[in-house]
């Protein structure tokens, strides 16, 4: 039998913790253009050499924290994923005790 496919979440740099904090993403309207792939009667997609400049601010945290969006996903429902890469790492740390309520 084959080997199992490596797991992404298992290539990550840094682990990830449960937040149980309100998060709030502001993002700069800004065109961003490139060219087309596919369109149908639905939707557009397009690729673009593009960087999407985003602040994020956590409940409980006093300075926002800038950033990139790096994907955004249809989840079903309405509603949608989003994740954003930090532009620096935290400066005082993750203490994961305190991402939640």
Known sequence: MPPEPPNPADNRR???FALDREVTLE???????????????????????????VVVRIAGRA???A???V?????GGGRVGIAVRFD????DG???ATLRS
């Open 14 to 16: 840094d682990p990830r």
């Open 27 to 53: 993002i700069d309207a800004e065109a961003i253009v490139g060219p087309g792939q596919n369109i149908s009667q639905q939707g557009v997609f397009f690729t673009a050499q593009a960087r999407v400049p």
């Open 94 to 96: 993750l203490d994961p």
């Open 67 to 69: 950033g990139e969006l």
């Open 71 to 75: 994907r955004f996903e249809s989840m």
């Open 88 to 91: 620096a790492p935290l400066a």
């Open 63 to 65: 300075q926002p924290l």
